[in-house]
């Protein structure tokens, strides 16, 4: 295995994309102490946008969603602990929430907050916060759910989307555990998680084979501990960051780790990393970015931010690209989050992605000057593929790169650099 | 392995008995276009039922529009549309809907789009159908529509062909290099996307209109004799306020859109014009109408036989303020599937409904 490139696979997998200087670093400290210096992440809490200031010729939602994402967009580029980040990427894709229906720009951005805060902490912290959300309330119906008028929604995606999975539970499952959650709402007031015992059903309830006056305490306690859950989320994570099925042992073994320590994600992802199987994927080049990694990492390159009245265009112009590569945060197909791996890549969003590959290549020219001055076309080439985190490139796409750049400068090998396949996955 | 022989070699190892819908073309090389107005289309204001029930629910919004027949009349940004009425090449399908009905943008049209109940499948009908007799589908648009979903087949996606920045020869022969290089998924897919780029390039044509729709229909016109079945939509029907302005501007692009792309089809092409609920009975307090049931259904073509079709919905017998459906549209897809398409419609759509005569 080529050492270079496990590491920045690993880089890659934590983060959206690997500088010359982390990369040296890395291979100087070993990957095992890499994996611990990005797991253990010093956690950051940037504080979300307030959503006051709109770009001109914004409608109020759409304009602060806007500011949102662009802010979101750039917190990953700028982020000291990358792994935070792309775990927040992550939960974003597994705990959806949409602009609609919930329409207050405001309870997404706490939303995106919490799901920074608890990034790699006990997943059953993670799961009652988001439970009582109040994007989430709003999102799958939880804050009408009321004694007497249960509202399954948000029962049957915890157990269907977010813990479980399909086949684990029953129908009166589903039931038992909306009775459950009951009276869990919304002061609208201050726009906060506000239980309310008056709606709440506090009758007798059965629910995965647990008997009692289970509460939404008790169903999101039961479903953080259950062995299945552990099994699913091990299973969704390793996915995640190589593209690649889980091996079945694989799995097995992580959702050991994740029983024995509680839930503690962190514990998961380590071990993750440091597994054998992970390590295997390195070669593979399987691991597809997701529009949102391959838009941050290229603009990442040149030091890039999105920002209001950047390039061509508004700010506006640059969401677009990410709507028409297929993915713009807050806007996910349905509320099973984006299909993810392969299924980012058809004819459409291929074409879409090569010509935002050209538009950043063109839009950084100044940055891009710096980088390969006075240097000959071989170093400009070794500079911008070392810029890129594409040292361990192919050989044979570093050749189609040497006489593109020869032949028609660092600008358009730039262009191709990020448009290359090679750029596509981590 | 070509995709013809793959769809062969699989059928041949899973032992199916070769059926008459398991050939490669629909029959006669025949196409389906089907262009979704997204945002829930007032149905209301489409083909207007001017009686006393409808001006009284809406006094602001009532419209008295070019009349077709049986007291029914179309909107007045429909005009253009009248000549192929009148042909008989243009069909009414009146109160399609389903029953139950979702009104969620997402969750209706995924419901129209499935061909089933809010989350019972996966696949879409058309990409069902595919999966079963083979045949090419395109989607023009910015995101791929659910109705293609598909097991095993692979839509085309495309929106700006012509706005492709490496189109030079080096440049594109570059990335093919990099790309076969690469393989797999990707190496495929740029493979297709080069394939339709090609095709495109090589019919050019003039644009069969101006506006969004005229610029995707003028992309599947291009197109058409690549595939088979073609989608693509057409946003800005989401009219909560000022809906007598923006409903006629985008009927009137989908109008200017329709007549400019039948001109230039054959008969073998059968465009289907859609929406994912039509709006309240009732207007609202900002001049516009919020999230209803069901609504009109266009089917234009040569093969069509023109008129109307389907009950119109009573304005004075509503179900939470909303009319009831009087067809359901999978009756008109069993059409679609049974009649044009050649294929079977009862295992595509998981149940028997009854076609609407419009084929």
């Not at chain 1, 002061?187 to 008997?211: A, I, S």
């Not at chain 1, 994600?265 to 399987?286: K, N, P, W």
């Not at chain 2, 049209?109 to 061909?115: L, N, S, V």
Request: glycine residues 10%; contains cysteine; proline residues 5%.
């Amino acid at each position: 295995m080529d050492e270079r490139r496990l590491h920045a696979y690993l880089w890659r997998a934590c983060g959206f994309g690997v500088t010359p200087t982390e990369l040296g670093r890395s291979l100087r400290q070993g990957y095992e102490a890499s994996v611990r210096e990005l797991v253990r992440y010093r956690p950051e809490r940037p504080e979300v946008p307030r959503l006051t200031e709109l770009p001109p010729g914004f409608t109020l939602t759409l304009g602060q969603v806007a500011v949102l994402i662009t802010w979101w967009l750039n917190q990953m580029i700028t982020t000291r602990s990358p792994l935070q980040e792309k775990m927040t990427l992550f939960w974003h894709g597994h705990f959806t929430s949409a602009v609609v229906p919930v329409v207050f720009p405001a309870f997404l951005a706490n939303q995106n907050d919490l799901l920074r805060t608890h990034a790699t902490g006990r997943f059953g912290d993670l799961l009652r916060a988001v439970s009582q959300d109040p994007a989430m309330l709003v999102y799958l119906d939880g804050h009408v759910n009321e004694k007497g008028h249960p509202n399954e929604n948000y029962a049957r995606e915890l157990l269907e989307l977010f813990t479980l999975g399909a086949g684990h539970y029953t129908e009166a499952d589903i039931k038992a555990a909306a009775r459950a959650l009951s009276g869990w709402g919304i002061d609208w007031v201050h726009g906060v998680f506000q239980n309310q015992p008056e709606r709440h059903d506090d009758g007798p309830k059965r629910f995965l084979g647990h008997t009692g006056q289970l509460d939404g305490e008790a169903v999101v306690r039961i479903l953080a501990n259950h062995p299945q859950t552990a099994r699913r989320l091990c299973d969704r994570l390793f996915r995640f960051f190589t593209g690649v099925e889980t091996p079945a042992d694989e799995v097995e073994r992580l959702a050991a780790v994740y029983l024995q320590h509680h839930g503690v994600v962190a514990a998961v992802l380590e071990a993750l990393f440091l597994g054998s199987a992970f390590r295997q994927t390195a070669e593979l080049r399987q691991a597809f970015k997701s529009p949102v990694e391959y838009a941050v990492s290229a603009l990442r390159v040149l030091h890039g931010q999105f920002r209001n009245g950047i390039g061509t265009g508004p700010t506006w112009l640059w969401l677009e690209k990410l709507v028409s590569m297929g993915q713009l945060p807050w806007l996910p197909p349905s509320v099973a989050g984006w299909a993810e791996g392969a299924a980012w890549f058809n004819t459409g969003t291929l074409l879409d992605r090569l010509n935002y590959a050209h538009l950043v290549a063109g839009h950084y020219r100044n940055s891009l000057a710096l980088l390969v001055d006075g240097a000959t076309a071989e170093q400009a080439l070794a500079r911008m593929l070392e810029a890129c985190g594409l040292s361990d490139v192919t050989s044979k796409t570093r050749a189609h790169l040497a006489r593109i750049c020869a032949a028609r400068g660092p600008e358009q090998t730039l262009a191709m650099i990020l448009a290359s396949p090679d750029f596509q996955v981590r | 392995m070509k995709r013809r022989e793959f769809f062969q070699a699989t059928l041949a190892l899973a032992g199916v008995m070769m059926l008459p819908e398991l050939s490669w073309a629909s029959p006669g090389g025949r196409k389906l276009v089907m262009i979704h107005l997204f945002g829930g289309n007032d149905g209301l204001n489409t083909v207007i039922n001017d009686c006393g029930a409808y001006r009284r629910a809406r006094p602001r919004l009532a419209l008295s529009g070019t009349a077709l027949a049986k007291g029914l009349a179309l909107h007045p940004a429909l005009e253009p549309l009248l000549p192929l009425y009148r042909a008989g090449k243009m069909a009414i399908v009146n109160g399609v809907g389903y029953p139950d009905p979702d009104r969620s943008h997402f969750a209706s049209a995924d419901i129209w789009h499935t061909g089933v109940r809010r989350g019972a499948a996966h696949y879409g009908w058309l990409g069902r159908y595919l999966d079963r007799a083979g045949g090419e589908a395109v989607n023009v648009g910015s995101s791929l529509t659910r109705a293609l979903y598909a097991a095993k087949s692979q839509p085309l996606c495309l929106r700006n062909p012509d706005q492709f920045q490496f189109a030079q020869p080096e440049d594109r022969a570059l990335l093919q290099g990099m790309y076969a290089d690469f393989g797999g998924h990707l190496g495929r897919t740029f493979e297709r996307l080069e394939g339709a780029l090609d095709h495109c390039h090589a019919c050019e044509g003039e644009s069969v209109a101006s506006g969004d729709l005229g610029k995707s229909l003028s992309v599947i016109a291009r197109l058409l004799p690549y595939g088979k079945v073609f989608c693509t939509a057409l946003s800005g029907f989401d009219t909560h306020s000022g809906q007598k302005d923006r409903q006629a501007e985008v009927l009137g692009q989908l109008a200017q859109a329709l007549v400019g792309f039948m001109r230039r089809v054959d008969d073998k092409t059968l465009v289907v014009v859609y929406s994912e609920f039509g709006r309240r009975v009732e207007e609202n307090a900002s001049q516009g109408t919020d999230h209803g049931t069901a609504g009109p259904l266009f089917v234009l073509g040569g093969g069509v036989k023109g008129g109307l079709y389907g009950e119109y919905p009573s304005l004075d017998h509503l179900v939470e303020g909303d009319l009831v459906h009087t067809v359901d549209f999978r009756q008109v897809y069993t059409t679609l599937l049974g009649r044009w398409l050649g294929g079977d419609a009862t295992a595509v759509l998981g149940g028997r409904y009854e076609a609407v005569p419009f084929l």
